[in-house]
């Protein structure tokens, strides 16, 4: 665009110039000059019109793309949010079930101490949070209900836990 303005001023000076002087031929010369510089010049700032309407079609475009990022970021944080709160409610469900084996175990557990005539001193300080819509603990107290599901026999039997012991004690236990 400068260099088509500038060969359009040097053609304005040459034609002056050819004029001033009395330069018939200069003088045609350098109207042709001027002609060819004022078409290049305004080629040039169509062209530089174009280019400036491309590239405020580009911006708004990228406008565009950079809104549909922001609502697909959007989007997908409420998914993950949403799985994030599934997730919670089936570890929750998990925990309690995880909770409600460990109260059976130390149900047997506080039945055998029981029927042994031993203190449950270490289980009086067990506090379990209940995970979900319900709050509260499962404590001791847990414990002290489930133990009154139990006799002598059901602890002897051990089918629901087994160790390495279990099969040496019923075998002593049938001799």
């Not at 029927?115 to 414990?143: C, F, I, M, R």
Request: glycine share 6%; with cysteine; charged share 25%.
């Amino acid at each position: 665009m400068a260099k088509a303005r500038q060969d359009e001023m040097d053609a304005a000076t040459a034609y002056a110039h050819a004029v001033a002087w009395g330069d018939t031929e200069g003088e045609k010369t350098a109207n042709a000059d001027a002609q060819k510089a004022a078409k290049n010049l305004a080629t040039a700032a169509e062209h530089d019109r174009r280019q400036g309407l491309i590239i405020c079609a580009l911006k708004q475009q990228l406008a565009t793309v950079d809104q549909y990022i922001v609502e697909a970021q959007e989007k997908h944080r409420g998914i993950e949010r949403d799985a994030l709160w599934l997730s919670q409610t089936v570890l929750e469900e998990k925990w309690n079930e995880a909770a409600k084996s460990l109260f059976e175990v130390g149900g047997r557990l506080w039945a055998n101490y029981n029927l042994l005539g031993l203190d449950q001193v270490s289980l009086l300080k067990l506090a379990v949070p209940h995970e979900g819509e319900t709050v509260g603990n499962w404590t001791w107290h847990e414990l002290s209900d489930r133990a009154r599901n139990y006799c002598s026999q059901d602890l002897i039997q051990l089918n629901n836990i087994s160790t390495p012991q279990q099969a040496a004690l019923v075998s002593q236990l049938e001799e």
